[in-house]
């Protein structure tokens, strides 16, 4: 009796809490902007996460926020944070909600902080060619206005049609499908402007290069909101090209097909995508894409001055047959570029009850081809009960390695819905095991969120209580994204 008591009493002292603190957010940015509706939290708690559909799947709540809010500008932003670091109130940042980790799960309640009306673009400077514009600005609409300009933003994740925005960009560290050329968002900004606590916004000097001390925009690059609120970020743009040229290649086994594209990257030719596909990889990328190819598939785009094409993609031909490539021809290149985005539009995507998961990696040249036999034979084998598939795809590439873009599926998993997330765990457990065993990473481009959090420690070792150290000076509550990249509960839930 006593315990019901005292958990109606907890129940109604947080309820007039949420209500106090809504009514302080709504005279900042207007009672129509903050809401407590059920559906708009769960919305806003999901994302593209395999446990987020899962759990819609199987009609499963989702964890949410007690409030939602939707500021204008950045001062606006900076003041929701203020309220909420006077209450110790969780902010969960979202931009489209297109992650893949669970980096929007509430998992202590809080404000579901909704950015996209920040969307403004505040500048366009085509002396030094910089964009600037505010957070939630997405993809495709910042290309429009740029493409009319015949200008570009040279980043086109997968998630481009699917909400994906410039703020996100940034706090995942993602990568874009020309990024072997153009660079990483972490490569393609110069300033940002961000809230933090107590409640102030923050702008880091004008240019990155400098030596004034350690830099700041990467630090709250990559860190998908636990150390700062991205409000605004000038990039950096490009000339639409001029020319394009396209080239296919197939190879007997991966091996071939990475040594290839290791030597295009020592020899300092830089084509804007160079894709190489396993032999699963390939096939199914033929059957969506009606392309006609077997075995390794190697496509590559290069891209800039009509005579700068025309060279480079001569010479990367040289060197694609000295390693044992047979030409395809350009128009298998041209087919993929046109339909790369086909299957995300038409739904022809992996979804529950499947279970499946990217545990994409980056790693040196002489580490990629062992992390990917390592992770096949322990994802394959290891749950042969469940008969999983492992298939990969590589597809940024640095002058010293490049990333493996795989994933595993399971098409037979438990019913119960306990038994297939703790599947789901331990698939990715031996996995991530994989990687950083033989020298990768813990990810390369969809960031940790909450599902990779537990490997940080792993990854970093003795450095991440560096990144600990960081998370306690800028965010001593810990109230920004809690749970989050491994940094644990609020410090009012630490026990």
């Known amino acids: 009796m006593y315990q019901q008591q005292e958990l109606e009493q907890h129940a109604i002292r947080d309820q007039y809490l949420i209500a106090q603190i809504q009514r302080e957010i709504a005279s900042i940015v207007g009672s129509e902007n903050v809401n407590t509706d059920a559906g708009l939290l769960h919305e806003q708690s999901a994302d593209w996460s395999w446990i987020s ?20 500008t950045a001062e606006e932003v900076a003041e929701v944070l203020r309220i ?32 996209r009306r920040l969307n403004r673009i505040i500048d366009i400077d085509e002396v030094s060619m910089v964009v600037t514009a505010e957070a939630g600005i997405q993809g495709p609409a ?16 997968g998630s481009f049609h699917f909400g994906a925005t410039l703020g996100g960009y940034l706090a995942a560290r993602g990568s874009g499908v020309v990024s072997t050329k153009y660079g990483k968002a972490e490569d393609l900004v110069l300033q940002l402007e961000a809230a933090v606590p107590p409640g102030k916004l923050i702008e880091t000097m004008r240019v990155p290069s400098h030596a004034s001390g350690p830099g700041i925009i990467q630090t709250i690059v990559g860190s998908e909101g636990t150390l700062g609120i991205i409000t605004k970020a000038s990039m950096r743009i490009e000339k639409i090209p001029e020319s394009i040229e396209f080239l296919s290649y ?20 830089r084509p804007a995508v160079i894709r190489l596909y396993d032999e699963a990889d390939s096939a199914k990328l033929s059957k969506w894409l009606n392309l006609g190819v077997e075995g390794v598939l190697l496509v590559i785009m290069c891209d800039g001055a009509k005579e700068l094409t025309a060279l480079e993609s001569s010479e990367i031909s040289k060197l694609c047959e000295a390693f044992g490539g047979k030409s395809y021809g350009s128009e298998i290149g041209k087919m993929w570029w046109d339909g790369k985005y086909e299957p995300f539009k038409h739904g022809n995507i ?18 990629l081809e062992k992390i990917y036999w390592a992770k096949k034979k322990a994802i394959e084998e290891g749950f042969s009960k469940y008969k999983a598939r492992y298939t990969a795809h590589f597809s940024h590439w640095f002058p010293w390695g490049g990333m493996i873009y795989d994933r595993f599926y399971i098409d037979d998993g438990p019913e119960d819905p306990l038994e297939a997330i703790a599947l789901h765990d331990q698939v990715w ?23 990779l959090g537990r490997f940080m420690r792993a990854q970093h070792g003795a450095a991440f209580d560096l990144l600990l150290g960081v998370k306690d000076a800028w965010d001593p509550d810990g109230i920004l994204n809690p749970g989050k990249l491994g940094f644990g509960p609020p410090k009012n839930r630490r026990r």
């Not at 910042?142 to 994740?157: C, D, F, I, S, W």
Request: charged share 20%; aromatic share 8%; glycine share 14%.
């Open 250 to 269: 197939g190879f007997r086994n991966i091996s071939e097909g990475i040594e290839a594209a290791r030597q295009i990257m020592i020899n300092r030719w």
């Open 350 to 367: 992996p979804a529950p009850p499947q279970i499946f998961g990217t545990t994409d990696t980056c790693a040196r040249f002489e580490d």
């Open 142 to 157: 910042l290309e429009e206005v740029l493409n009319a300009r015949g200008l570009t933003m040279p980043h086109y994740p």
């Open 429 to 451: 457990d031996v996995a991530i095991k994989a990687s950083l065993d033989n020298g990768g990473s813990l990810n390369e481009h969809h960031g940790v969120g909450l599902k």
């Open 84 to 115: 909420a670091c006077e209450y110790q109130f969780p902010v969960i940042p979202r931009g489209g909600g297109s992650g893949t980790q669970g980096g929007t799960f509430a998992i202590y309640g809080g404000i579901a902080l909704d950015l």
């Open 53 to 72: 559909q899962y759990l819609r799947h199987k009609s499963l709540p989702l964890p949410t926020a007690d409030l939602y809010v939707s500021p204008g």
